[in-house]
């Protein structure tokens, strides 16, 4: 005989069927990095990329979500137990997951029944099928498979409930399978399908669909989870450990504090290609995990050369023989919206140049003069460059009002970007302009740069780095020093 249910049994029982938030810390376990076995709490990523979910649901009665994230936020974890949840609560559903490996899909499989065995009896359907690759609760008829992208035809002839596709940046046969899966799932209510990875760049059929997403061109939404959400991203910093510049307009773009960004450092030293591999693995905003360089750039990765803080200093104290500009390419507005202003300071020692800061960023216009004065003489610079095509003439006698000591020497542009760009970029490929430590949102810049796209926004820290570098030029071509700039 079944034991007949209280009244406060079914409404717990009918509360786990229906609130996955409730459900997964009572029923389901993970291992946490000490390999011990822990309630289910979803973290900061996991739980927006449920109330997204939800809401879409709720709305259209389906799911139809992409999740651009970065490296290891839990997405996996959490699209795996949200269907576990869905097919051992629901009669005649089928789950389907496709990875990009083998590996992975050992990997989730292993997940999903780790899940299952260690569910409390009373959530845990009996099971008559489980193997390799499919698990299935015997009086729900309802399951999971498992499959790798690779060959064709993988997922045609099923009936498919809920779908997740894992990576699918880097499936094998991508087209052909997104194809097939979306032939058998159908349209109906209550039906899922959840594809998400780590970008590849901005090329192939993830790319495409995320896009194609954003431009609210297809079905999908895109929910995108930045890397700094994870509570986990962070380490304790050095003693000596300061922000560079760079990193300084990075932390209080993100609103990040100290620990967060001692992490991001280390994590970028890890890579081979640096920022622009972790700018990928662990993008902070859906444009940067897509970002590439541009096949009509000027520059690329390969034109910068780079040496550290500490030579770079040595090099200063070797010689008297050293001009200092600092170039600074106004903003035509200053409101939250609107462009960066270019800040560079850049040396000529010898028949070299050397760029070696940049506070490029937004400011408002009294602000931005006592900020380039105070690095004026921080630095020791020789002249300030002031870009003034845009309703800039008041910026000189603005300076000037701050500090008449400052030597000025105004740019008014009469080439276009390209054609003032083009010589250094030509300097750049011959090893005559060097970069000092990170200089990582420059070089972004430099390599994205599509010069012909006329809608593109304005690159102010590259026309910054233009006028420094062409400004010493000049001194030094007025000096008869010896550079042989091949122009």
């Given at each position: 005989?079944?034991?007949?249910?209280?009244?406060?049994?079914?409404?717990i029982?009918?509360?786990?069927?229906?609130?996955?938030?409730?459900?997964?810390?009572?029923?389901?376990?993970?291992v946490?990095?000490?390999?011990?076995?822990?309630?289910?709490?979803?973290?900061?990523?996991?739980?927006?990329?449920?109330?997204?979910?939800?809401?879409?649901?709720?709305?259209?009665?389906?799911?139809?979500?992409?999740?651009?994230?970065g490296?290891?936020?839990?997405?996996?974890?959490?699209?795996?137990?949200?269907?576990?949840?869905?097919?051992?609560?629901?009669?005649?559903?089928?789950?389907?997951?496709?990875?990009?490996?083998?590996?992975?899909?050992?990997?989730?499989?292993?997940?999903?029944?780790?899940?299952?065995?260690?569910?409390?009896?009373?959530?845990?359907p009996?099971?008559?099928?489980?193997?390799?690759?499919?698990?299935?609760?015997?009086?729900?008829?309802?399951?999971y498979?498992?499959?790798t992208?690779?060959?064709?035809?993988?997922?045609?002839?099923?009936?498919?409930?809920?779908?997740?596709?894992?990576?699918?940046?880097?499936?094998?046969?991508?087209?052909q399978?997104?194809?097939?899966?979306?032939?058998?799932?159908?349209?109906?209510?209550?039906?899922?399908?959840?594809?998400?990875?780590?970008?590849?760049?901005?090329?192939?059929?993830?790319?495409?669909?995320?896009?194609?997403?954003?431009d609210?061109?297809?079905?999908?939404?895109?929910?995108?989870?930045?890397?700094?959400?994870?509570?986990?991203?962070?380490?304790?910093?050095?003693?000596?450990?300061?922000?560079?510049?760079?990193?300084?307009?990075?932390?209080?773009?993100?609103?990040?504090?100290?620990?967060?960004?001692?992490?991001?450092r280390?994590?970028?030293?890890?890579?081979?290609?640096?920022?622009?591999?972790?700018?990928?693995?662990?993008?902070?905003?859906?444009?940067?995990?897509?970002?590439?360089?541009?096949?009509?750039?000027?520059?690329?990765r390969?034109?910068?050369?780079?040496?550290?803080?500490?030579?770079?200093?040595?090099?200063?104290?070797?010689?008297?023989?050293?001009?200092?500009?600092?170039?600074?390419?106004?903003?035509?507005?200053?409101?939250?919206?609107?462009?960066?202003?270019?800040?560079?300071?850049?040396?000529?020692?010898?028949?070299?140049?050397?760029?070696?800061?940049?506070?490029?960023?937004?400011?408002?216009?009294?602000?931005?003069?006592?900020?380039?004065?105070?690095?004026?003489?921080?630095?020791d610079?020789?002249?300030?460059?002031?870009?003034?095509?845009?309703?800039?003439?008041?910026?000189?006698?603005?300076?000037?009002?701050?500090?008449?000591?400052?030597?000025?020497?105004t740019?008014?542009?009469?080439?276009?970007?390209?054609?003032?760009?083009?010589?250094?970029?030509?300097?750049y490929?011959?090893?005559?302009?060097?970069?000092?430590?990170?200089?990582?949102?420059?070089?972004?810049?430099?390599?994205?740069?599509?010069?012909y796209?006329?809608k593109?926004?304005?690159?102010?820290?590259?026309?910054?780095?233009?006028?420094?570098?062409?400004?010493?030029?000049?001194?030094?071509q007025?000096?008869?020093?010896?550079?042989?700039?091949?122009?």
């Open positions: 005989m079944y034991k007949m249910l209280s009244n406060k049994e079914i409404l029982r009918r509360k786990l069927k229906d609130d996955f938030s409730y459900y997964a810390p009572r029923c389901l376990q993970i946490d990095k000490g390999g011990d076995f822990v309630p289910f709490v979803m973290n900061s990523a996991q739980q927006y990329i449920h109330t997204k979910i939800e809401e879409q649901y709720k709305e259209t009665g389906k799911v139809r979500a992409i999740l651009l994230k490296r290891q936020q839990g997405v996996s974890t959490y699209v795996q137990a949200r269907y576990l949840w869905k097919t051992t609560h629901n009669k005649g559903k089928k789950a389907f997951i496709l990875t990009h490996a083998t590996s992975a899909t050992q990997s989730l499989y292993s997940m999903t029944k780790r899940y299952y065995y260690n569910l409390p009896p009373v959530v845990r009996a099971i008559n099928k489980n193997n390799a690759s499919e698990l299935e609760f015997h009086n729900l008829d309802s399951g498979r498992v499959s992208a690779g060959s064709s035809g993988v997922g045609r002839g099923s009936t498919i409930h809920y779908f997740h596709g894992s990576e699918v940046a880097f499936w094998t046969n991508g087209e399978h997104i194809t097939g899966v979306l032939q058998a799932i159908s349209d109906n209510v209550g039906t899922e399908i959840i594809l998400e990875s780590t970008s590849d760049g901005p090329k192939g059929l993830f790319h495409k669909m995320c896009k194609d997403a954003y609210n061109k297809n079905d999908y939404q895109l929910i995108f989870v930045p890397w700094f959400w994870q509570e986990e991203y962070r380490a304790k910093a050095s003693i000596d450990f300061t922000l560079t510049p760079e990193e300084k307009t990075y932390a209080e773009q993100y609103d990040l504090d100290i620990e967060q960004m001692f992490w991001r280390n994590k970028i030293n890890t890579f081979v290609r640096g920022i622009e591999d972790f700018r990928r693995e662990y993008p902070a905003t859906y444009e940067e995990a897509f970002q590439a360089e541009s096949e009509n750039a000027l520059w690329t390969k034109d910068f050369k780079t040496i550290s803080q500490v030579k770079f200093d040595h090099i200063k104290d070797s010689t008297d023989d050293i001009q200092t500009i600092i170039a600074f390419d106004p903003a035509g507005t200053s409101n939250e919206n609107s462009d960066e202003s270019g800040v560079i300071i850049a040396s000529l020692i010898e028949d070299k140049v050397y760029v070696f800061h940049d506070s490029s960023g937004r400011y408002k216009p009294d602000e931005v003069v006592t900020y380039i004065t105070q690095l004026y003489h921080l630095y610079c020789d002249r300030l460059t002031i870009e003034t095509n845009y309703g800039g003439d008041w910026i000189p006698s603005t300076f000037r009002n701050e500090d008449p000591n400052v030597v000025i020497h740019v008014h542009a009469r080439k276009g970007k390209k054609l003032r760009a083009e010589p250094i970029a030509h300097a490929r011959q090893g005559r302009i060097i970069h000092v430590g990170d200089l990582s949102l420059l070089e972004s810049e430099l390599t994205t740069w599509n010069p796209d006329s593109a926004p304005s690159p102010n820290r590259l026309d910054a780095v233009v006028y420094a570098i062409t400004d010493l030029l000049d001194i030094a007025k000096q008869d020093t010896p550079v042989a700039w091949g122009f």
